[in-house]
């Protein structure tokens, strides 16, 4: 029984389940921050609740996956990509109109008091339809050349066209945003020919620069208007270039981040000691709750706890034998690191606001639960493997 236990043990990567716990305790120490001194008087017990059930519900959703291994997974993929396709398009007629009316985006569906957002469950369905693309592909073509390359890369955008299409119906340009951060991680890991790659680099940056220009000049934003850009989207990228030009006007959020930011210093100003109001501070601004509180020191202990998780993500994308496993590990990586680097980037004004969740922490159950479902599949790549490994001693011992 001992060595059973031992056996199972040695099957779960500790490495990031400490980390994942820890982020999910600051989440809730700093939502109850956040709601505490919302002036809106939300139900701080209910939310505080409500994001206790949902890091529940993902925990038990880890707990089922580990025990998928790469067979199930693989059958079962295609059918998750349609399905999640199916349900995108579906969210375009069954929207909730009160949050489309307050963020400018179609992207969540509304069942009573719940709200949910199915774009973060496609995340996963995307991520996992783009391994199996890319390793039946390269199980097909031993030898990459220009023609089997590009063959795959055609491949990867018939999969990532209809979901970015869908994304863009929805007016959700954050997270297209990760949908192409996905896609480009997934392409640099599918072994495609530096001779595609570089090129493909220096056109993305190209097309990085011209978008500045588009948004920074009269003409570009004339050009992006005509191509259904909304002024929302050009106040906050004038919030991003210059937070304090109107603090009392557009760029609100932004300023009055970045002064909580700064108010909080080396160490901050103490647990759940607020001096400047952010708006949806709970959710896309959680970090603001973090640098005010507990400082320089405070932000750099999250960032840190974010790259161990990332790093031990890494480690076990490399050391997977299973060439499916390990594009998924990619892109799940890949994900979560565009997330944070998007999030907290936004919250110092490094960059514009997207109203990218801060993972495991911001509140959102939808979030919370792609992520967790991430981090399941991650966890049952070391399960699957070490499993097969201590089969036979656990079988011997019984019959010792």
């Known amino acids: 029984m001992n060595t059973l236990r031992k056996n199972n043990d040695s099957r779960i990567d500790y490495g990031v389940i400490l980390p994942v716990f820890l982020l999910c305790l600051i989440g809730l120490l700093s939502l109850y921050v956040a709601l505490s001194h919302d002036p809106r008087d939300p139900n701080i017990f209910r939310n505080i609740v409500m994001q206790g059930v949902w890091y529940a519900v993902g925990a038990l959703a880890i707990v089922i996956i580990i025990h998928f291994d790469a067979k199930m997974l693989w059958r079962l993929t295609p059918f998750l990509y349609v399905i999640g396709l199916a349900v995108m398009l579906a969210l375009l007629k069954y929207y909730d109109p009160v949050l489309a009316a307050s963020t400018g985006s179609k992207n969540w569906f509304k069942f009573g008091t719940l709200t949910f957002q199915p774009s973060e469950l496609m995340k996963i369905a995307y991520i996992l339809m783009m391994a199996l693309i890319i390793t039946k592909h390269n199980v097909a073509n031993k030898l990459h050349t220009i023609k089997t390359d590009?063959?795959?890369?055609?491949?990867?955008?018939?999969?990532?066209?209809?979901?970015?299409?869908?994304?863009?119906?929805?007016?959700?340009?954050?997270?297209?945003?990760?949908?192409?951060?996905?896609?480009?991680?997934?392409?640099?890991?599918?072994?495609?020919?530096?001779?595609?790659?570089?090129?493909?680099?220096?056109?993305?940056?190209?097309?990085?620069?011209?978008?500045?220009?588009?948004?920074?000049?009269?003409?570009?934003?004339?050009?992006?208007?005509?191509?259904?850009?909304?002024?929302?989207?050009?106040?906050?990228?004038?919030?991003?270039?210059?937070?304090?030009?109107?603090?009392?006007?557009?760029?609100?959020?932004?300023?009055?981040?970045?002064?909580?930011?700064?108010?909080?210093?080396?160490?901050?100003?103490?647990?759940?000691?607020?001096?400047?109001?952010?708006?949806?501070?709970?959710?896309?601004?959680?970090?603001?709750?973090?640098?005010?509180?507990?400082?320089?020191?405070?932000?750099?202990?999250?960032?840190?706890?974010?790259?161990?998780?990332?790093?031990?993500?890494?480690?076990?994308?490399?050391?997977?034998?299973?060439?499916?496993?390990?594009?998924i590990a990619s892109g799940i990586v890949m994900m979560m690191l565009f997330h944070v680097f998007e999030n907290i980037g936004a919250n110092i004004g490094l960059l514009p606001l997207t109203g990218i969740p801060l993972p495991f922490i911001s509140q959102g159950g939808s979030s919370i639960l792609g992520n967790m479902i991430g981090i399941g599949l991650i966890l049952s790549m070391r399960y699957q493997s070490a499993g097969k490994q201590v089969m036979k001693p656990t079988r011997s011992s019984q019959h010792a």
């Not at 109107?246 to 909080?264: E, K, N, R, T, Y």
């Open 150 to 327: 590009a063959l795959l890369i055609g491949k990867m955008l018939l999969v990532t066209l209809p979901v970015i299409g869908l994304v863009l119906a929805q007016k959700d340009f954050g997270t297209m945003l990760v949908f192409l951060a996905i896609f480009a991680g997934m392409f640099l890991m599918s072994g495609i020919s530096w001779l595609i790659v570089l090129p493909a680099i220096a056109l993305a940056v190209v097309l990085g620069v011209s978008l500045i220009f588009l948004v920074s000049t009269d003409t570009g934003r004339a050009l992006l208007t005509n191509l259904g850009f909304k002024s929302y989207q050009f106040a906050r990228i004038d919030s991003w270039l210059e937070p304090f030009h109107d603090p009392q006007g557009v760029s609100f959020q932004l300023a009055h981040a970045l002064m909580a930011i700064g108010s909080g210093g080396i160490f901050g100003t103490g647990y759940n000691v607020s001096h400047v109001y952010v708006p949806v501070r709970e959710s896309d601004m959680i970090f603001t709750v973090i640098g005010e509180n507990f400082g320089f020191v405070g932000g750099a202990f999250v960032i840190l706890v974010y790259f161990v998780l990332i790093y031990r993500m890494i480690r076990l994308c490399f050391d997977m034998n299973n060439e499916f496993y390990a594009y």
